[in-house]
RNA sequence: UGGGGCGUAGACAAGCGGUAAGUCAGCAGAUUUUGGAUCUGCCAUUCCCAGGUUCGAAUCCUGGCGCCCCCA
């Protein structure tokens, strides 16, 4: 998969063991050779870092082996499906830079033969319609260790079942009086195997089919079936489905349907954050979190808005692997994935955060020059831009320390550092504040001599330093964005607690009074900036207007200050 | 007292009977007008445990142990 912005992304997949099943099976002549994969979501949700895994291996197998792969919405489920998600799935998918061209599925369009399959399961005597109530349904199918009792209702006659189920179809019967069941075996170890329900009556309007149906396939039934109608001939899921397997090849068995292989591989699980379906939505609907959308959240939608781009999501997907094991990712794995990507092509800018005030006592009043920063240095077609510099600047407040300790290297009185692109300062003096002595600002001289930040003399300083001027700088909003959760897993969490528990309050800190350099003002909304020595930021695509950046940090810079700090503190 | 799956470094992960790849993290050094980037070196005498087979086992066999999923 290639894309105009990065195009080493999947050249050399690494080996895993459903590559291989493919590999072999195209090798040795299976389906003609063809590959054809599906990407099946249920449109209830919102697709996560974990969807974009599987949405990597049903591609890039598409890709690699000159096949497709069809994009197939599991709407099978009336109540819970909306055209939000069907539009955001699709947007995402895009995003991830995939293309399923006019393979758009719905495994509604295919209700009309899906019934046509039951009644043939019912003529072969492979299907009942049941009469059992959901809670005796529920009895009758035993439990883990004890097998399940066969329903009163599962020899009825061939005839009867036909008439029964086309009655259930023309809607004469209430919801949940009857289902029809698979008869396969109430015995087996197997729990999906006992008689599994193949279809439940909901008199409910369906977004894509109306009121055509009052009778709706259940997910097992309605997968594999789907899955053969497009003759997919590698339909990949996650692990938990490896128990339905034997139910997925009854039904096409059964069935004498062209029969897909069904391969399972291990989700994914990210650290510091939750990738369930159900814990989502409830950070969504407890408005822990903004919307499915908000930055912090684990979503495609949501890790877009914060600035992560498509190809350092598809590189954790490659780096990650695919294997059987239950495993769980560092995040720190998708931090490297991003700053890998953006250091390549994200222009420098300057920006301060917490502004400190800097007064060049022996620079001219009243004077201004600008000076050329170099845009990226990794990427020599990135040019230069002009910086103003002035008497008054900002500097952070955390590159100055009054009593600073001995590994601290930046300004402090007396000493002298460099000014990125400028010259190179020495504070002079403090002013403090007048009640509660916080430093107000700093007097400093520079060196002309340094102009551009070189010293004619050869001397050295131990810090360059990012700085905007006072007076040329704009205002802007950051936002710090931490990880969601204080602990690696928050899935692992004890008796009686809750995951909210481990939410982390200072996931998001908004900084109002930063500064940034005037090119910032026209920040290009969803555009990728490494503010240098900072972290990679990205102008919000929906709150940052021209004149009015507002930043979300994507990802701090690796930081060996902060992490000689850390040591101290142990 | 059922069925299925999994156990290789702090986190991922190759390996498929010939003597433990790679990546992230970590550590040390070089370099550096970003304490960034880059570069170099180090980081599992051992593969959940115990037996066995073999000249040789992470790989094969036997028996344990542990973790995950399925009745919701």
């Not at 690699?64 to 099978?76: S, V």
């Not at 845009?375 to 009054?402: C, H, T």
Request: proline content about 7%; aromatic content about 10%.
């Amino acid at each position: 998969m290639k894309t105009p912005e990065s195009g080493d992304v999947g050249l050399t997949p690494p080996p895993n063991f459903i590559r291989s099943i493919v590999s072999e099976d195209v090798n040795t002549g299976k389906n003609g050779g063809k590959v054809i994969t599906r990407f099946p979501p249920e449109p209830n949700g919102y697709l996560h870092i974990g969807h974009a895994k599987s949405i990597c291996l049903n591609f890039g197998l598409a890709a690699e082996f000159g096949g497709h792969c069809n994009l197939r919405f599991d709407d099978t489920n009336p109540s819970k499906e909306e055209q939000e998600y069907v539009d955001s799935i699709m947007e995402d998918v895009r995003w991830l830079g995939f293309d399923w061209g006019d393979r758009l599925y719905y495994a509604s369009d295919y209700f009309e033969r899906l019934y046509e399959f039951a009644e043939a399961l019912i003529k072969k005597g492979k299907a009942f319609v049941c009469d059992l109530t959901f809670d005796q349904m529920r009895e009758y199918r035993g439990t883990l260790n004890t097998p399940g009792k066969e329903s009163p209702y599962r020899n009825r006659p061939v005839e009867e079942n036909l008439d029964l189920f086309r009655r259930m179809r023309s809607g004469e019967f209430p919801d949940g009086s009857k289902t029809l069941r698979a008869k396969i075996d109430m015995s087996s170890g197997n729990i999906n195997m006992r008689d599994p329900v193949m279809y439940r009556i909901k008199h409910e309007e369906h977004q894509r089919s109306g009121s055509k149906w009052c009778i709706y396939p259940m997910y097992d039934y309605a997968h594999g079936q789907s899955d053969s109608l497009e003759g997919v001939t590698h339909s990949i899921c996650t692990m938990e489905y490896e128990d339905h397997r034997p139910l997925y090849d009854w039904y096409l068995d059964e069935l004498g349907a062209y029969h897909p292989r069904q391969c399972e591989f291990a989700r994914l699980n990210l650290s510091n954050t939750v990738l369930s379906k159900r814990r989502l939505l409830r950070l969504v609907n407890e408005g822990h979190v903004a919307g499915w959308s908000d930055p912090r959240m684990p979503t495609l939608a949501g890790m877009r808005r914060r600035g992560y781009t498509p190809e350092a999501i598809r590189n954790l997907c490659e780096r990650i692997g695919v294997g059987k094991k239950e495993s769980l990712v560092d995040m720190g794995m998708l931090e490297f994935c991003v700053r890998e990507d953006l250091n390549k092509r994200a222009p420098r800018v300057m920006g301060v955060l917490r502004p400190l005030k800097v007064v060049i006592d022996n620079y001219p009043e009243g004077k201004g020059e600008y000076l050329d920063a170099i845009n990226n240095p990794e990427d020599p077609g990135a040019g230069k831009r002009k910086v103003p510099f002035s008497r008054e600047l900002y500097i952070e407040q955390e590159d100055f320390m009054e009593a600073p300790p001995k590994q601290f290297f930046r300004l402090a009185p007396g000493r002298e550092v460099r000014l990125r692109y400028a010259y190179f300062i020495r504070c002079e003096s403090v002013v403090k504040g007048p009640d509660s002595g916080e430093i107000a600002e700093i007097h400093c001289t520079y060196d002309p001599a340094t102009r551009g930040g070189d010293s004619p003399d050869g001397r050295k300083v131990k810090a360059t330093l990012h700085w905007v001027s006072a007076e040329r700088s704009i205002p802007a909003v950051v936002r710090l964005y931490d990880s969601l959760f204080v602990n690696a897993n928050p899935n692992d969490v004890g008796e009686g607690e809750d995951f909210i528990s481990y939410l982390n309050p200072n996931s998001l800190e908004i900084l109002t009074s930063c500064r940034v350099e005037p090119s910032l003002s026209e920040a290009i909304p969803g555009g990728h900036y490494q503010f240098e020595r900072i972290g990679y930021f990205t102008a919000d695509a929906v709150d940052s207007k021209p004149g009015k950046p507002v930043f979300n940090r994507i990802v701090t810079l690796k930081d060996e200050w902060v992490k000689i700090q850390k040591a101290e503190k142990k």
